[in-house]
């Protein structure tokens, strides 16, 4: 399996820009997780899905951050409109279950910056 | 990926010797907890876990120490090797309904050859 594929690797942008990042779990994985990563704050959950239907978004920073996951294949997070306090790492991951031993794989990260 | 950077506690270990890694956990109710390791221009990858009804958990070369009465969490790792030189986080899982994920703010490790 490739792993969890997240696209683009690198996203530069303007402040008001829409920015959306790409998300493609591994297969057969039935939870999707986005998090976002600072050096001020480190890791953090933004909103998760369950068989694709998000279950968590108490994460999310605000109106401007949605996230969608249309199948079982593929999720975006759009950000509109971006602000530069939006920059930063956003990580993909996946798993089969949520439970002990549940492992979450990650993607490589979206690298966002806004200008 | 970019971790946690300039601001982050800082292990330096030689070749060959043992690292332990520490993390200071915040919820009592966590049911378990997990260890990743996150390489630069990597996500994190999973290490290792262990249940809050545990105390230790060995894994390849890595043990998992758990103690609940002071809320602390410890990865040990030995013989520690070049490769093992990244940024290493603690994550508590809380079951709320669904589950929780808070992580840790890392510790950096150089391993010195």
């Known amino acids: 399996d490739a792993g969890v594929i997240q696209s683009p690797r690198h996203e530069v942008t303007e402040m008001g820009q829409e920015v959306t990042l790409r998300c493609k779990p591994i297969s057969g994985h039935d939870y999707l997780f986005w998090y976002r990563q600072t050096m001020m704050r480190g890791l953090e959950l933004l909103i998760y899905?369950?068989?694709?239907?998000?279950?968590?978004d108490s994460g999310m920073p605000e109106d401007r951050f949605s996230a969608k996951m249309p199948n079982a294949s593929f999720s975006t997070l759009k950000i509109q409109p971006s602000e530069p306090r939006d920059s930063a790492v956003y990580f993909c991951?996946?798993?089969?279950?949520?439970?002990?031993?549940?492992?979450?794989?990650f993607g490589p990260g979206t690298r966002l910056t806004v200008l | 990926g970019e971790s946690v950077g300039l601001h982050l506690p800082t292990l330096s270990v030689q070749e060959g010797d043992n690292s332990i890694i520490n993390c200071a956990y915040s919820n009592s109710a966590s049911d378990y907890f997990i260890w990743y390791k996150q390489e630069s221009g990597k996500g994190p990858q999973f290490i290792i876990d262990?249940?809050?009804?545990?105390d230790k958990r060995q894994g390849q070369r890595v043990t998992v120490l758990l103690n609940k009465t002071v809320k602390h969490l410890s990865l040990q790792i030995a013989a520690t090797q070049p490769g093992d030189s990244a940024v290493y986080f603690c994550a508590e899982i809380l079951r709320t309904g669904g589950f929780k994920t808070i992580f840790g703010a890392g510790t950096r490790l150089f391993v010195k050859a």
């Open positions: 262990i249940r809050s009804n545990m």
């Open positions: 991951a996946s798993s089969r279950g949520q439970g002990f031993a549940d492992t979450q794989y």
């Open positions: 899905f369950n068989n694709n239907v998000p279950i968590d």
